[in-house]
């Protein structure tokens, strides 16, 4: 009796033996043995051949050799038969026990926005100015009126206000603008509006150096309010000027400007009747 080795534990078994007496392996290639060791055994031993042809053997071991090939052909495809069902029992195992987690989510950050607290109440001179404290600009909002001779204030309506970064008379002196003869540079802008005709070449001198000084501007509604957004806090001049008749009114006011709501209650500005200095 031979001895054969296991293919799956390597245990020496009995070349006679169904299946290894270790891991209990069926063993396929086992009746194969007894053809391998009568090869052995008959060019070992040449005097028991009982005078069969010598040349019979040569085809004796090639189909020997072709034997021992396909049997070792079929217990190779079996050994990988087997690994191959262990390897699928092992994935279908890792599967069952795989757990799906599904994929985390980033929520967006959540901003609070900061309490608003109360207005506050800031005196500006010759006004009256509610501020409420907002992130950095200012609102203004304007309310003119002018009185006139025996009558009650009116509105100043569709008129432009203007903040400036200086008064009127430093601008116009600094810009070299010459009032009418015998006339203050105020009294010269009145003329101008009044008496665009003949005093138009002063008018188109002065507002070309004003403009240069203009900060915000807003025109006056039919109720004589004007709203002027997004101000700087800062100090201005408040600059504005109406018509009504010969008369006109004009308003050149230094005001502060502060962080939120600014209202401008203009105390009603008299009217300045004029005489035609040409007759």
């Known amino acids: 009796m031979s001895l054969l080795h296991c293919p799956e534990c390597g245990h020496e078994v009995s070349n006679t033996a169904a299946a290894c007496p270790n891991c209990a392996r069926p063993l396929i290639a086992a009746p194969a043995a007894p053809v391998v060791e009568r090869k052995v055994v008959v060019v070992e031993n040449p005097d028991d051949r009982n005078g069969f042809p010598t040349w019979a053997f040569i085809p004796i071991g090639i189909l020997s050799l072709i034997l021992v090939v396909v049997m070792y052909a079929l217990f190779v495809r079996n050994d990988n038969t087997d690994a191959n069902q262990h390897t699928n029992i092992n994935v279908n195992t890792s599967r069952q026990t795989t757990t799906s987690v599904p994929p985390t989510r980033s929520e967006p950050p959540i901003t609070l926005a900061p309490p608003s607290a109360p207005p506050s109440t800031v005196a500006v001179p010759g006004s009256q100015t509610s501020v409420a404290e907002s992130p950095t ?42 009032p009418v003869e015998g006339q203050s540079l105020t009294n010269s802008l009145g003329l101008s509006l009044v008496f665009p005709d003949r005093y138009g070449d002063f008018n188109r001198k002065a507002f070309s150096a ?11 509604d039919g109720s004589g309010k004007a709203n002027l957004s997004g101000v700087d806090p800062n100090s201005y001049y408040l600059f504005g000027m109406t018509r009504a008749g010969h008369g006109f009114t004009v308003w050149n006011s230094p005001v502060a400007v502060q962080v939120g709501d600014n209202i401008l209650n203009l105390s009603p500005q008299s009217l300045t009747e004029i005489t035609d200095p040409a007759g």
């Open 210 to 220: 004003i403009k240069k000084h203009i900060k915000y501007s807003g025109q006056t």
């Open 137 to 178: 600009k200012g609102k203004v909002s304007i309310v003119a009126k002018m009185t006139v001779k025996n009558g009650p204030p009116q509105a100043v309506r569709n008129e432009k206000f203007y903040l400036l970064d200086q008064d009127v008379e430093t601008i116009l002196s600094s810009a070299g603008v010459n």
